[in-house]
């Protein structure tokens, strides 16, 4: 039985969205968007571990990394985690969200905005990529869900990812949340299509977040590997060469076996032939 928020540590709205950090007895401490819950501390390295270490453990050398969103710094965290990367460039649109995070939230970002690699820029994710004349070897979207009039729409479509592709190296790769695959599958199953226009292998995975209350999904385009023909001994060879620490839920041993999905997923994964664009972009229903 999951009980209520107990206390309120933070509450306001900034220029894009309703911020409220929360105490609840079963989660701990609670980042909400919008009425959304994000993240909680108890549970949140399930998210944040899937959504970076199949993308950049497949990828095998990450040096220069790009985060779109992720305002409480843990993906950040975990990116940072790689001896290979020099650069983590974080773009989040919402400065103020960032300050809250590094604030009330430092179970999550655990010093990460200080790091010196870290790079933090405040905009749009979509603009940033458009201006810059980097080039990236991965890409992780960690933003929140795309919904009519939300900040975050247009990081799910086509165009989006067109644009991304052409901001990775050879061989590079992008991974992204992809919604609740338990209440949204057919958005998660649009985001896999639109993906799968773009790079050349594309898997989606999902782990079960208990806050969430739902199996969570994730979405991985390579230019490089297929992420699921990389072989236990090649992920954990690769981890030991990385740098990678014991984590606390994805395992080097187990990378192959994480692309599994259910029969139900796997079905509406075969349905689906919606594709996510500009001029309507996917959202969650
Ligand atoms: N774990 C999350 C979830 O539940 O899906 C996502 C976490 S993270 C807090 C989402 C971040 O995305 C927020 O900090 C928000 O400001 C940021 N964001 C939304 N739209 C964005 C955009 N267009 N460009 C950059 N950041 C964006």
């Excluded at 890409?139 to 919904?147: R, S």
């Excluded at 999902?206 to 969430?212: E, L």
Aim: proline content about 6%.
């Amino acid at each position: 039985m999951v009980s209520v928020v107990e206390r309120v540590l933070y509450s306001g709205r900034t220029k894009y969205q309703e911020v409220d950090v929360a105490v609840n007895d079963d989660y701990g401490k609670m980042l909400v968007l919008d009425g959304k819950l994000q993240s909680s501390t108890s549970d949140e390295f399930i998210y944040h571990e899937m959504l970076v270490h199949p993308a950049l453990v497949t990828h095998g050398n990450p040096r220069d990394v790009l985060i779109i969103g992720g305002g409480e710094g843990a993906t950040l965290r975990e990116v940072l985690r790689y001896r290979s990367v020099r650069s983590a460039t974080m773009v989040d649109i919402d400065g103020e969200v960032v300050e809250v995070c590094e604030k009330y939230l430092p179970e999550m970002h655990q010093g990460s905005f200080r790091d010196p690699r870290t790079r933090l820029v405040i905009g749009d994710g979509r603009e940033y990529l458009r201006r810059t004349d980097e080039r990236f070897d991965a890409i992780i979207v960690d933003a929140t869900d795309p919904i009519e009039g939300g900040p975050s729409r247009l990081l799910y479509t086509l165009e989006f990812y067109e644009l991304a592709r052409s901001r990775l190296r050879e061989g590079g790769i992008l991974s992204t949340q992809g919604t609740s695959t338990f209440y949204n599958a057919r958005t998660f199953a649009t985001i896999v299509n639109t993906m799968s226009r773009v790079f050349p292998h594309v898997r989606g995975y999902q782990a079960s977040i208990p806050s969430y209350i739902s199996d969570w999904g994730f979405v991985v385009g390579s230019l490089g590997r297929d992420p699921a023909s990389v072989t236990p001994e090649e992920a954990e060879a690769r981890a030991r060469e990385l740098g990678l620490p014991e984590l606390n839920y994805y395992e080097p041993a187990h990378h192959p076996h994480y692309f599994w999905l259910p029969p139900r997923v796997r079905r509406i994964l075969a349905e689906e032939r919606g594709i996510s664009r500009d001029e309507e972009p996917v959202s969650v229903y």
